[in-house]
Nanobody
């Protein structure tokens, strides 16, 4: 059974930083893309960024480019989302997800496995 579990969310002041973790289990993810999404109540789930597990190459949404960084630790089977220079508009529930293949999709429907999410709140 494939499982993804996010952690590291919390309350932070604007300008601060948080690092989210996504612990993956149940299979090897070398042929997968691991994505990060976020969602606020009443709105669609938005793509934040993703990483190809095999190569470590990344792709980011324009809204977070230069502030957020995605990385992975093969030994720990964990993907990270380092968030710097946080803004109140970054407040959301953050989800990690897995998609088979090497092309990085931005549509949530392309990701078949999801974690339960972790809340990030940025105060002004």
């Amino acid at each position: 059974q494939v499982l993804l579990v996010e952690s590291g969310g919390g309350l932070v002041q604007a300008g601060g930083s948080l690092r989210l973790s996504c612990a993956a289990s149940g299979r090897t993810f070398s042929g997968y893309v691991m994505g990060w999404f976020r969602q606020v109540p009443g709105k669609e789930r938005d793509f934040v960024g993703a990483i190809r597990w095999s190569t470590g190459s990344t792709y980011y949404a324009d809204s977070v480019k230069g502030r957020f960084t995605i990385s992975r630790d093969n030994a720990k089977n964990t993907v990270y989302l380092q968030m710097n220079s946080l803004k109140p508009e970054d407040t959301a529930s953050y989800y990690c997800a897995a998609a088979a293949g090497v092309i990085i999709p931005t549509a949530p429907a392309r990701y078949k496995t999801w974690g339960p999410g972790t809340q990030v709140t940025v105060s002004s």
